[in-house]
């Protein structure tokens, strides 16, 4: 992009945090049926390069196959690479950090995502949909936290990840297993979204949240899977997972509904230690592409063309605004106040509309924790602060500290997914517009999030790789075990449920 280009088309959007018409500027020729069933997916952990039809050599053949029937992004991520957090982004169309949600939440935690916040579920069954929760929720287990308290008519499903313990089964809010058996998961969740699209309703729609436990490890497969693939346990279950898609998708063919159901299959960030970012610089709790970038396929035949691959910019935060607008829902009272932070892309997912480079918004925001690390804009990708340690790695003495970089980095992720070559000099009028549009909407953000990024202005890089007090690298502490609960602990999360 040339300067002139570029400044063109800063003017629109990163002037400030202008948001899409949420009925579209842009009517597509396709139009998608009145009210139709809608059924999300979302796997945990699954890397951006683990399907087929991303690049990868694990084999995927449903998942391909919704592919070559729908429409595949490229570019589609999520506000914050750690599972609560990315949840919280999909269901509410707002940064976690607007709801409590900056983190994961651990067994015997006492809150979870803001009671405050409408869910997915909450807009669906204001346009009279019937909703059902299966699988991984990770946003409160209490039951004021808990899917049926947060839109969901029904839910099936364990609490946390699948290295956390105790992982007690649930339906509703009663445990149907004390402790989950974790190589029966998929299959057990698979069964329950078969039965829930099996159901009788009559015109009633239904929309289906189905979050998959794996490929998060520890890894488990159902003895059908185990040991089936050439590429190890992980590729066991993520044929596994495509399995499941594929039973799915005859359950919707046996009842005659597909050609009136949206299917989205996608993941919560970028893969852990197993798994493959593609091309993608990072992993899981980074927010580098490979932390954030994840696969998004998206089918609902006659509505959107079959075979397409776009490469616009989107966002798990854009699903809220755009389902309610294929589902006939008003939006949450959030979004009339202006906070919404996703856009309705429907036009973007039927024909790339909105412009050669999506739609208008404003830069997406990176998060980690409650810091805002990164953001982007179209093929740009600007970060702003780092951490002293990396993710996942034994806190030092005196903590983390996350410090402001002092020359930000940009990468242009379109020819550099690496994010190797910073070519912040080369184009300043780029650095300087995510900027403006970084501090437009910093402005908007909860306190804390203020709060962090001031306290990281205050330890910018060149003062701290100076300051030789202070190595991060010189303490090694244990990893943070506070998920592996077991005997009394296990018995009071229990009792939650009774």
């Known amino acids: 992009m040339n300067r002139r280009k570029f400044l063109a088309a800063a003017g629109a959007s990163l002037a400030g945090p202008a948001l899409l018409d949420l009925q579209g500027k842009a009517q597509a020729s396709r139009r998608a049926p009145q009210r139709p069933n809608i059924i999300v997916i979302i796997c945990d952990d699954l890397g951006h390069g683990d399907l087929g039809c991303y690049g990868s050599n694990l084999s995927t053949p449903h998942l391909d196959q919704l592919a070559r029937e729908g429409v595949r992004l490229t570019h589609h991520t999520t506000p914050h690479p750690i ?30 995502m803001s009671l405050d916040a409408a869910t997915l579920g909450n807009v669906m069954q204001s346009a009279g949909y019937e909703t059902m929760a ?11 936290y808990l899917p049926t308290s947060r839109g969901f008519d029904d839910f099936y499903g364990v609490g946390y990840s699948v290295d956390m313990d105790p992982l007690p089964l649930l339906r509703g809010t009663h445990v149907a297993e004390p402790e989950a058996d974790r190589d029966q998961l998929t299959q057990q969740y698979t069964a329950q979204a078969v039965e829930f699209i099996g159901k009788p309703r009559g015109v009633t729609p239904f929309f289906l949240y189905f979050a998959h436990s794996y490929p998060h490890i520890p890894l488990h497969a159902s003895p059908a899977f185990r040991g089936k ?17 594929g039973a799915v998708l005859e359950a919707l063919r046996a009842r005659r509904l597909e050609e009136n159901t949206l299917v989205i299959f996608t993941s919560d960030h970028g893969p852990w230690y197993q798994g493959s970012t593609g091309d993608l610089r ?18 609902l035949p006659g509505a959107l063309p079959a075979g397409r691959r776009n490469d616009v910019l989107t966002s798990h935060l854009d699903l809220l605004p755009t389902l309610a607008r294929l589902s006939g829902a008003r939006l949450p009272a959030a979004a009339l106040g ?17 412009g050669s480079n999506g739609p208008v918004r404003p830069a997406l925001l990176n998060f980690s924790n409650w810091n805002l690390e990164s953001a982007r804009w179209n093929q740009w990708k600007l970060h702003l602060t780092r951490a002293s340690v990396g993710a996942f790695l034994p806190a030092p003495k005196g903590g983390i500290v996350t410090y402001m970089l002092q020359h930000p980095e940009l990468y242009n992720v379109v020819d550099d997914p690496k994010e190797s070559y910073d070519v912040a000099a080369q184009y300043p009028d780029v650095v300087a517009g995510i900027q403006r549009s970084v501090a437009a909407q910093m402005a908007a953000l909860p306190e804390r999030v203020q709060n ?12 701290w790789m100076a300051d030789g007090s202070y190595n991060p690298a010189a303490e090694h502490m244990k990893p943070d075990t506070r998920g592996y609960l077991t005997g009394p ?10």
């Open 282 to 299: 990072g992993r899981k709790g980074t927010t580098y592409e490979g932390g954030v970038r994840i696969p998004f396929i998206a089918r």
């Open 452 to 463: 962090a990024w001031a306290e990281a202005g205050r330890h910018p890089s060149s003062q």
């Open 229 to 245: 693939s050439p590429l190890g346990l992980y590729g066991d279950v993520v044929h596994e997972i495509d399995w499941s898609v």
């Open 83 to 112: 599972c609560s957090a990315s949840r919280a982004a999909l269901l509410t169309g707002l940064y976690p950090t607007r709801v409590n949600t900056p983190n994961v939440f651990w067994p015997l935690d006492n809150g979870g």
């Open 134 to 144: 299966i699988g991984k929720w990770h946003l409160g287990d209490t039951k004021p």
């Open 489 to 498: 602990v296990a018995a009071q999360l229990l009792q939650r449920y009774q």
């Open 338 to 354: 202006g906070t919404l932070d996703g856009i309705d892309i429907w036009g973007v997912l039927q024909d790339g509309s909105a």
